[in-house]
């Protein structure tokens, strides 16, 4: 074997868990130039693990935790610590924060052992803060009962309640209730972050079908179900186009990623329908007032966080997939009158008292 693959190989064989800790160690020694600019008049709440990437459902959670927290701390400097640069930003954030500053890690639906690299992120950043006030905004948490699960699953318990100022928020009931049962933190339900968000003005003139359904591994519906849904809205509609919430891409400018953002919910609002299994394809629809024929993906997160947002007249939950009734369920969304109530900010009317 020449020594390159042998190289090659040993580095495939180190555990993702020791390369970054070692990686963090080098840093706290080379590490020096900030890359976030300080107010030092300001008391600082720093968002971990911002969205820097393509899924631009995770784009929109960055965008709306900051914004809620400019709005709910308009004293503070809200600083966004991108997750391409989780490592960095934990070396450099543990060299200047007091006591009075806030950690938040972003929302979504990475924490458990699925997306276990960004789970293990999550963890470094609560384990590196132990003075810190923290605050876990709104996750669905799925561990797996393999035996990889149960053991992670371990792990993120000891770490998450070693920590004596952790509030983990859920978006689901699911998550609550797990939650609940594993972890002795401050635990809270709230809705997904975008949720809060209203992006139903300006009106558009509506025309087609947009199809935003997944193809990984949260995806439900089977090849054939899929094609023969495709195949009926192409004969149904004359204009069809396809979408994804995921567009590509790591290391994004904020320019970058918020004219995606922009872009995407411009297009559902000029959509007379949109044909989703992506929760927030689900939630982007709810925002611009967009009618929309929810499926299901292979785990909880659609199904229970449709509870939030089941007031939406424009918002069909297909829990069963019968091809035979999709006519008569897009029907009814097409007549279906305007939601009068899209921003859930009030959800969070008590958010300083219950963190």
Request: hydrophobic content about 35%.
């Amino acid at each position: 074997m020449e020594k390159g693959s042998l190289v090659k190989k040993l580095k495939r064989s180190i555990p993702f868990e020791t390369k970054i800790q070692l990686r963090l160690t080098q840093l706290k020694f080379t590490s020096k130039q900030q890359f976030f600019k300080l107010n030092s008049k300001k008391r600082r709440i720093f968002i971990f693990l911002a969205a820097d990437y393509g899924n631009l459902g995770d784009v929109a959670i960055t965008y709306a935790q900051h914004k809620f927290l400019k709005q709910t701390y308009p004293d503070c400097q809200v600083i966004e610590i991108p997750i391409s640069k989780t490592l960095q930003g934990i070396v450099q954030v543990k060299k200047i924060i007091s006591s009075k500053d806030i950690i938040t890690t972003v929302g979504g639906g990475n924490m458990g052992d699925l997306y276990h690299q960004i789970e293990y992120f999550r963890q470094l950043v609560i384990e590196n803060f132990p003075k810190n006030k923290i605050i876990s905004f709104p996750q669905t948490i799925d561990f797996s009962t393999s035996k990889e699960g149960k053991i992670k699953l371990s792990t993120a318990i000891k770490v998450y309640s070693n920590h004596k100022d952790l509030s983990l928020i859920a978006r689901e009931q699911k998550s609550y209730d797990f939650f609940k049962k594993h972890f002795n933190n401050n635990v809270i339900l709230l809705p997904d972050m975008v949720t809060t968000l209203d992006r139903s003005l300006p009106r558009y003139e509506r025309n087609g079908v947009l199809i935003c359904l997944r193809n990984d591994k949260e995806r439900k519906l089977s090849e054939a179900q899929n094609e023969a849904l495709v195949t009926f809205i192409k004969d149904t509609f004359s204009r069809v186009e396809f979408y994804d919430t995921h567009v590509g891409g790591q290391k994004l400018s904020m320019k970058s990623k918020l004219t995606s953002l922009f872009k995407i919910w411009d297009e559902f609002k000029q959509a007379e329908l949109v044909i989703t299994d992506r929760l927030h394809g689900m939630i982007f629809c709810h925002i611009t007032n967009t009618p929309a024929l929810v499926f299901l993906n292979n785990n909880h997160k659609i199904v229970q966080s449709f509870e939030w947002i089941k007031h939406n007249p424009r918002i069909k939950l297909v829990k069963e997939y019968r091809l035979e009734e999709i006519p008569s369920q897009i029907n009814g969304l097409l007549k279906a009158s305007e939601n009068t109530k899209v921003s859930l900010l009030d959800s969070y009317k008590n958010f300083k008292t219950i963190v």
